[in-house]
């Protein structure tokens, strides 16, 4: 299976490769199964987290990148179509030994010209309220804190969040 190499993005003298690939990757799915293993650990449990999977359902993702350092994944992160003009970020994870490098900055960047280029006019994506750094990060590429919405609008823990999509955004 053949892989469209998007960018390569250099960091700590460590190239890492950006790879757009099908939702139903391998790389993709052992990458989603750790993100599942760290918020069970996380949280306390997978029962915790049983009423957020059927909105994790990888074969609804839209667009599916992966980060590689060399031939290894170490991250990954996807867009699934919300609404006519909306697209949801899904699945952003970045393993342990390569956080701190910005590949989940570099990725999000990606899905943000990716979600213009589709022609969407507004990204939203729910993450909870643990995850402080996931939170720093998407405040980072200008995500502000919205009222949740959909299904999340009564998960207390949830913690929702929105882009405009205009062109002087990155």
Do not use: W
């Not at 990888?58 to 992160?77: I, K």
């Not at 003009?85 to 990606?110: D, P, T, W």
């Amino acid at each position: 299976m053949t892989h469209k190499m998007i960018s390569d993005i250099v960091n700590h003298s460590t190239p890492f490769t950006l790879r757009q690939v099908p939702c139903d990757h391998p790389d993709f799915l052992q990458l989603c199964q750790e993100l599942d293993a760290f918020l069970n650990e996380a949280i306390g449990g997978e029962n915790k987290r049983e009423k957020y999977k059927k909105f994790n359902l990888l074969d609804t993702m839209d667009y599916v990148v992966l980060a590689y350092d060399g031939q290894t994944p170490v991250g990954c992160a996807a867009l699934r179509r919300y609404s006519e003009y909306e697209v949801e970020v899904k699945r952003v994870f970045v393993r342990q030994s390569h956080r701190n490098c910005n590949i989940g900055g570099q990725m999000l960047a990606h899905l943000i010209t990716q979600a213009k280029t589709m022609g969407f006019q507004y990204m939203l994506l729910e993450t909870g309220e643990f995850l402080c750094s996931s939170i720093r990060l998407y405040h980072r590429y200008g995500f502000e804190q919205i009222e949740n919405y959909g299904a999340y609008k009564d998960m207390q823990e949830s913690f929702c969040m929105g882009l405009p999509l205009t062109s002087s955004q990155t």
